[in-house]
């Protein structure tokens, strides 16, 4: 039996069905990579990086999976591409997007994937959601609990949580 791996992502999306994208991701990741067992709320964020785009709705995942980190990646990339995400959306809007934030307490610098996830400790659309379900996860680089990092991103976009009625 293989051994299981604790990972978490983050999604986004800023175009169509925001909600219902969040939510085909959740089922594409159940069927294709391993089993969602932890996600934080919804919430609405103000691009990154970039002017002139609507908001995002981002959610934290806790995946739990026996694929290795690259090939974690090659799913998720299939799984945007299911939902919609058309090539060359990079900073652009976007249907879906998926990333690794941290897997287990790897670190990994390789061309096609950088563990834990570079711009982590800079974005409060990523870290804010991340700190309501591994809070207490400390960051293989820092060394220190995700939650006592939520301060120091320097980032001053705005990051809402969401209400979501059932």
Not at 64 to 74: A, F, G, I, K, Q
Request: include cysteine.
């Amino acid at each position: 039996m293989e051994p299981t791996h604790t990972c978490f992502l983050l999604t986004g999306t800023n175009l169509g069905d925001r909600q219902s994208n969040l939510q085909k991701a959740i089922e594409e990741l159940n069927r294709l990579t391993g089993r969602v067992v932890a996600r934080s709320a919804v919430y609405e964020t103000e691009p990154w990086g970039v002017t002139g785009q609507d908001d995002y709705l981002n959610q934290a995942l806790k995946l739990e999976t026996v694929l290795s980190p690259h090939d974690l990646l090659c799913r998720l990339k299939i799984i945007e591409r299911r939902v919609g995400r058309k090539p060359g959306t990079h900073m652009k809007p976007r249907i879906l997007d998926i990333d690794i934030l941290l897997y287990d307490d790897r670190i990994i610098s390789s061309p096609k994937l950088r563990l834990p996830h570079p711009q982590l400790l800079r974005r409060n659309f990523a870290i804010i959601p991340l700190a309501e379900i591994a809070g207490h996860v400390l960051h293989p680089i820092r060394g220190c609990a995700i939650a006592k990092l939520v301060s120091q991103t320097g980032d001053d976009l705005a990051v809402r949580k969401l209400v979501m009625h059932p």
